[in-house]
């Protein structure tokens, strides 16, 4: 099957949560041998690790929000003859205008609703912005699917509230990248987008508290828009030299921090470097949401309400001083995500889905 992934940013350029996902998705369909192509605004070579990418020139309504619209010439590919079109994330430009392509071709549509609409709530225009394009847009997109996926419970609950029938759920899925020798490290990790909905304040604020316990090191790794302020308040609280912002790093390189790290922290919201972390076999302090916990499982980490900051700084130091309950922790996430994420397991399923909407 030729199943073309629609979503704005690819890898290399971008390794965040979406990107990982379909590059993980396409990687296991080849193994399967079916003809995973991937069409983008991303800025990458026309094949990756394998994979066939079409890149398309673009520019952003909004230049500060990560949204791009590709030119026309991105729908008139779009509607030539492919198997499916399966479209992440609901809440992007290529998303509606694959959606208005498979329309015209005729192709089956598949949509994975990676967004919650927590992202850049802080933003007054996009509070406005997104319940309007809720009724418009978006749930154009969500509406003209044929199948509509739910990676997680908030997600089911959204598209709910666009049609009843055509959702299934399908676990966000990885393939764990083992290691031999899986060091102690010497720091405590954050890795992820700078946001707010993401929780790395709550993370800084923590670290005066944890550094009155114990001497140890810290790495906040990731680039986004509360990178200035989040120095400037480490600054302020006088933790800067505890504290080392490597700002936007590759996947590779992030999987090499998560390696040599003490703890791994997901004081918000997180993205797939969780379930990376959790494969690597790192005890995790996480905020306590939903997603976060059907990650990595119930029992898999020491789970604090977000923003609680004392709490944060108290499971920390709890993690790097008590290290049977931080191996104890580390395994549970390890085997939980080795058993219920494997992306051979979640492959098979949308290739399942594909196959259903072939043969109407």
Partial sequence: MRIVHVTPYFVPEVSAGVEIHVYELCQQLLRMDHEPVVYTCSKVPSEVDGIEVHSFPSFKPLPSIPNPCPFPSFFFELSKEHDVIHVHGQEYVVSFIAALASKKGRIPLVLTAHNVGRSFQERWYIRILRPLLYHSLFSYVITAANIAVAPTEEAFEILSKFRQEGIVTVPHGIRCHTTEENSEGNYVLYLGRLLPVKGPETFIRAIPLVLSQLKVKFVVAGGGPQ????????????????????????????????????????????GYSLLEAACIGKPIVSANQKWNISCIGPNSAI??????????????????????????????????????????????????????????
């Fill in 227 to 270: 990178l200035k302020s989040l120095k400037k308040l480490a600054r302020d609280l006088e933790i800067l030299d505890f504290v080392d912002f490597v700002g936007p790093v590759s996947r590779e390189e992030g999987l090499n921090l998560i390696r040599e790290a003490s703890v791994f922290v997901a004081p918000g919201n997180a």
């Fill in 303 to 360: 789970y604090v309400d977000t923003g609680d900051v004392k709490g944060f700084a108290n499971a920390i130091i709890n993690l790097l001083t008590d290290k049977e309950l931080a191996n104890k922790l580390a395994r549970e996430a390890q085997n939980h995500v080795k058993a219920l994420r494997d992306i051979k397991k979640v492959a098979e399923t949308y290739v399942s889905i594909y196959e259903s909407l072939i043969s109407r």
